[in-house]
Every structure is written in structure tokens, then in C-alpha cells.
């Protein structure tokens, strides 16, 4: 016996690969619905490359009862009018939007990191999903933080276009290509031309001066890892299809030299290590995409402090950075508390 599993959004870049990651984990599906907007009402998309065509259901009237989970992946706005519904009616949401992941009611999970966090879930119905450049982060920081108790992170982003769906990559296509033929270029998702230039700036500027993609990455790092750790961050928007990078420096309590780390790292869940100090001996993300697992390289030691190291980190932003981690949270939610079968 499997679980009815309702996909929200089923047409954008996350919940596509929601439907892929579901269908290649052989996550156990006695039914899936695709659920989409009026706006994507008729259209169809496939559960990965199963060849099973699942017609859009249209969010408006879809009736929540019997629904076991919803993996929401539709933006805040519909995600405010339509989660508190499914939650109503029994149905476990785990929300990729950024709008439940500070309520402390929700548990926000990454499942290598805070498990039993999800234990939580009850309170609301509701579970979310981190911001993207948060994930791939704190995986790396967890065995590294269990290791040595990290202080403070200062953490510098180079995040792809696909992390502002798919008008962001149309344009990255576009203003490329118009480029090349001499036409004007007209930012229109992002505010400058992203096209063979860098974006120091990714959602609304706040009040300090930082950016909420920013803030985001203080505030949720706290909650999943520890309040205890200090993180300063910079995002900026990069040319790249699919695929985050960040380059994190790392303040320990304690002693860990490079190579302790890379021991540590190797052998920690949800991480590859590739790091040669060679041409080539390092991951980019042309190479991670389409990947689950979070990528590092480039591991050193920081001079500049008493204990400190500096890493390079690279994860497939719409897999372990949204729809893999939803999907692994539904898969820990399933072997805790929603026990089929
Ligand atoms: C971005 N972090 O890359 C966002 C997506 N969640 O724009």
C-alpha cells in the first residue's frame, strides 16, 4: 500500500523535478495528482521519464480528502491560501516557499541535518522546505559543526538563474542571444543584464542593507543547525543554467586541520568529496546538475584565524536545494509517523 501524494505547482521547474525525484526513488505512490493554477489548466506533464502523462488539476477546486501528502512548490501567495486547506483536511504538506519556514509551529527540515526536528509537524500539518543556497550549506556545515562546533560562516554565493524559475533561465537564453545577433538587451526578471555578468543582488533589499536571500541564509541556518552560529552572507546572481556554488569560510571552537575535514566530509551523508588540488579536481555546475548530491572541493586551511577553513560548495539548486530534499522529507515523514504498507 503506498501513499496518495499531490504535487502543487506540477508545471514549474521545482515541481517537475518533484515528479522526476518521486518517480526515481520509487517513492511508494498508490495515486500522484499534478496540481497547477488555472492559469496551466489542461496542460499535462510526466512523471519523470516514465512516460506516464499526469493531466494538471486545477488548485481552485481540488478536493484535499484522502490526500496523504502535498509537496507544495507554487510560491507564497497560493501557497498561504492553499496549504492551510490541505492541512485542514489531513493531508501533510512540506512547503517550498519561504512563507512557513520561520514559524515556529513548522518544522523547517533538511533530513541530514535535523531529522527529529520533524517530530514538530503535528502542531500545523506543515513542513518546510529551506531556501536552496541554505540546503546545500548546511549539509556541508552538519558533520563539520559536529566535529569541531563552527562559530561563525561567511559565506559568498554564486547562484544559478534556475533558482528564479524558468522566466529567469529564458532570459539568461535570450539576452545571450541577443547578444550575439546585435539585438538590445532588456533585463525583465532580473534587474541588470545577466548574460555574461554577475548580480550582487537577489530578493528585496531590507532595511540593513543585505538582501532577504541573505537573510534568508542567517535566519535558516539557525534554526536547522544552531542558533548559536554566526553566518554573513552575499548572493549574487551568476550566467548559469542550474546549479549553486558558494564559497564558505568557516570559524571553528576547536582544532580541525584540512585534511581531518576532507576525512570527515567523505564520509558524511548527502556529500561528495572531490577535491584533488589539481586541473579538474574540483566540481563546477555543469557537472552537478541533475545530481543529488551537494558537491565540495577546494578544502584549506584559513591563516587569518586561530581555526578556520575555507571550502568550495556546489549542489543541483532544484534538486537537493527544493524538490529532493521535499521528497526526502516525505520519506523520513513516512518512515516516523505516516508508517504504510
Ligand atoms: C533563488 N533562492 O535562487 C532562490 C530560489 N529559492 O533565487
Known amino acids: ?22 518517480a526515481e526513488r520509487e517513492f511508494p505512490m498508490d495515486e500522484v495528482a499534478a496540481v497547477a493554477s488555472s492559469r496551466s489548466h489542461g496542460s499535462e506533464v510526466e512523471l519523470g521519464d516514465t512516460g506516464k502523462m499526469l493531466k ?68 500545523k500539518n506543515i513542513i518546510a522546505n529551506p531556501n536552496c543556497s541554505t540546503a546545500q550549506m548546511v549539509v556541508a556545515l552538519k558533520p563539520l559543526h559536529d566535529a569541531a562546533t563552527i562559530k561563525r560562516v561567511v ?31 532588456e533585463p525583465r526578471k532580473f534587474t541588470k543584464q545577466i548574460a555574461f555578468n554577475v548580480i550582487p543582488h537577489i530578493d528585496d533589499f531590507m532595511d540593513d542593507g543585505s538582501t532577504k536571500e541573505e537573510w534568508k541564509m542567517v535566519v535558516e541556518t539557525k534554526k536547522i543547525l544552531d542558533p548559536k552560529v554566526k553566518v554573513q552572507a552575499t548572493c549574487v546572481r551568476v550566467p548559469v543554467f542550474v546549479g549553486h556554488s558558494e564559497a564558505i569560510s568557516i570559524e571553528f571552537e576547536k582544532e580541525i586541520s584540512a585534511k581531518e575535514a576532507q576525512d570527515i566530509l567523505r564520509e558524511a551523508p548527502g556529500l561528495m568529496l572531490v577535491d584533488k588540488r589539481e586541473d579538474e579536481g574540483y566540481v563546477t555546475p555543469v557537472e552537478c546538475a541533475g545530481d543529488g548530491a551537494t558537491y565540495i572541493s577546494r578544502v584549506r586551511e584559513d591563516p587569518t584565524v586561530d581555526s578556520g577553513l575555507v571550502l568550495w560548495c556546489v549542489s543541483d539548486n532544484l534538486r537537493k536545494g527544493a524538490a529532493l530534499n521535499a521528497v526526502q522529507i516525505a520519506e523520513l515523514l513516512g518512515r516516523r509517523h505516516l508508517k504504510k504498507g
Not at 504535487?7 to 523535478?17: L, Y
Not at 497560493?78 to 504538506?93: D, E, L, N, Q, R
Not at 537564453?173 to 546585435?182: D, H, L, M, Y
Open 56 to 123: 494538471c488539476k486545477n488548485i481552485e477546486h481540488f478536493d484535499w480528502s484522502g490526500w496523504d501528502i502535498a509537496l507544495f512548490a507554487c510560491g507564497s501567495e497560493a501557497t498561504k491560501i492553499h496549504a492551510p486547506k490541505a492541512a485542514a483536511a489531513g493531508c501533510v504538506v512540506i512547503d517550498n516557499s519561504s512563507l512557513y519556514r520561520m514559524d515556529p509551529d513548522v518544522p523547517l527540515i533538511v533530513p541530514e541535518v535535523n531529522p527529529d526536528a520533524i517530530d514538530g509537524y503535528t502542531k
Open 155 to 185: 559565506v559568498s554565493t554564486y547562484q544559478s538563474v534556475s533558482g528564479a524559475g524558468k522566466a529567469g533561465m529564458d532570459e539568461l537564453f535570450e539576452q545571450s542571444r541577443a547578444i550575439f545577433v546585435g539585438d538590445p538587451v
Open 1 to 22: 500500500m503506498g501513499y496518495r501524494v499531490a504535487v502543487v505547482g506540477a508545471t514549474g521547474n521545482v515541481g517537475r523535478e518533484m515528479l522526476a525525484i518521486l
